[in-house]
């Protein structure tokens, strides 16, 4: 029997980590999360715009806690302090851009700023790490652009037998 997912909420920011700002992002990424994935066990965290610290934690989730999916928000602009892609970019084996590319294309018919968007996603190990914008609003519109096609992905970097004898099937 295969085990639970595991699915990690991090917070990028710098006030929330101080306390400063009450974090509504990473709750309501949380709550769709639960909705998407309910019997996935569900772990959150708030770390300051640190790409050390960033860095750490996604290396600490996807080599030694076997997390299945990590989403981050926050810290995938223009900011000088927005260094969550280069953190993410720094512990991938693999980019997943059709992910980011697809948010992104979805994003622009509600606002011309998601230009601006340099979220990364990507793969390191059994793990696939998603950037998503630091507002919920953004947050949550973007990550339900991609669910879809998550439960997939994630079972094809699981090895479910499956998932492999689905995609060993395609032309």
Request: glycine letters at 6%; aromatic letters at 2%.
């Amino acid at each position: 029997m295969t085990r639970s997912l595991h699915i990690a909420i991090l917070t990028a920011s710098d006030r929330a980590a101080a306390g400063e700002y009450v974090d509504s992002s990473g709750p309501a990424i949380a709550a769709l999360t639960r909705e998407a994935f309910p019997t996935a066990a569900l772990t959150t965290a708030i770390l300051p715009d640190d790409r050390a610290q960033l860095t750490a934690q996604l290396r600490v989730w996807a080599d030694e806690d076997a997390v299945d999916l990590i989403l981050i928000t926050g810290g995938t602009g223009f900011a000088p302090t927005d260094v969550t892609p280069e953190a993410t970019r720094d512990v991938i084996e693999r980019e997943a851009p059709g992910l980011a590319e697809a948010m992104r294309a979805a994003s622009l018919h509600i606002t011309p700023h998601a230009m601006l968007s340099r979220a990364v996603c990507g793969i390191r190990g059994h793990t696939l790490i998603v950037n998503l914008p630091g507002s919920p609003k953004g947050a949550t519109e973007n990550l339900r652009v991609i669910l879809p096609a998550l439960p997939h992905a994630l079972e094809l970097l699981r090895a479910a037998p499956r998932a492999a004898q689905h995609h060993a099937h395609q032309p």
